[in-house]
């Protein structure tokens, strides 16, 4: 069974550009979870997909940030203009039917602004 | 709000010996689940044990166990007969059960290196 896949593995854009993050969850896994770390940072939730419905985005630094999963398969994060700060890995994460099931993560998106 | 403090940032051990993580926690949460995460140096996290708050028994998985001490709010993670595989980053996390949203709050991490 394939584990949950992140594409790009790392982006390098310049500030005000506009990036798109791809997550692919693991097949049937309902449950899908965007995280980040900054440099240096602990690993902050941003936001959890049930389905294509967002569950909970309390997390979502700003308006920057837009996320959909649409169909309820893969999920996009899109930050848009790119700021210095916006710097850091994007980790995403799936769980199954119940929400307390184990998440398990991608590998995660490198993200670099300069 | 619930916090996770990793109080380590960086640890060694020699191969084959035994090493201790800690972890403390804080929440107003009576039922809650705690993990070990692993982060090698090739990045994907894998999840290396999972203990649900509400269980008085200390989970085990092979040679990770972990010491579960719910009045302290600790949850320490031991390695025996540490292999050089087992040098990673590895993070503490907590999810609460009355959380909507069923985030992982994790800890800051520790970078543990295992040296032969």
């Known amino acids: 069974e394939a584990g949950v896949t992140q594409f790009p593995s790392h982006s390098v854009i310049e500030k005000g550009q506009t990036v798109t993050l791809r997550c692919d969850p693991i097949?049937?896994?309902?449950?899908l979870y965007w995280y980040r770390r900054v440099m240096g940072k602990e690993i902050k939730f941003l936001l959890h997909?049930?389905?294509?419905?967002?569950?909970?985005e309390s997390g979502m630094p700003n308006n920057r940030f837009l996320a959909e999963r649409t169909g309820g398969t893969y999920s996009t994060l899109k930050v848009q203009p790119a700021e210095l700060e916006d710097s850091g890995v994007y980790f995403c994460?799936?769980?199954?039917?119940?929400?307390?099931?184990?998440?398990?993560f991608g590998p995660g998106t490198r993200l670099t602004v300069l | 709000a619930q916090t996770v403090t990793q109080s380590q940032p960086e640890m060694s051990v020699q191969e084959a010996e035994t090493v201790t993580l800690s972890c403390t926690y804080d929440?107003?949460?009576?039922?809650?689940?705690l993990f070990w995460y692993k982060q090698p140096p090739s990045r994907q996290m894998i999840l290396v044990i999972r203990?649900?708050?509400?269980?008085?028994q200390n989970a085990t998985e092979n040679r990770f166990s972990v010491n579960f001490q719910k009045a302290a709010k600790s949850f320490s993670l031991k390695i025996s007969d540490s292999q050089l595989g087992d040098t990673a980053m590895y993070f503490c996390?907590?999810?609460?059960?009355?959380?909507?949203?069923?985030?992982?709050?994790f800890g800051g991490g520790t970078r543990l290196m295992v040296k032969p």
């Open positions: 097949s049937g896994h309902d449950n």
């Open positions: 994460a799936s769980s199954q039917t119940r929400g307390t099931d184990t998440q398990y």
């Open positions: 929440t107003s949460e009576n039922n809650y689940y």
């Open positions: 997909f049930v389905k294509e419905s967002k569950q909970d």
């Open positions: 996390a907590f999810m609460g059960q009355n959380n909507a949203g069923n985030m992982l709050t």
């Open positions: 203990q649900e708050a509400y269980k008085q």
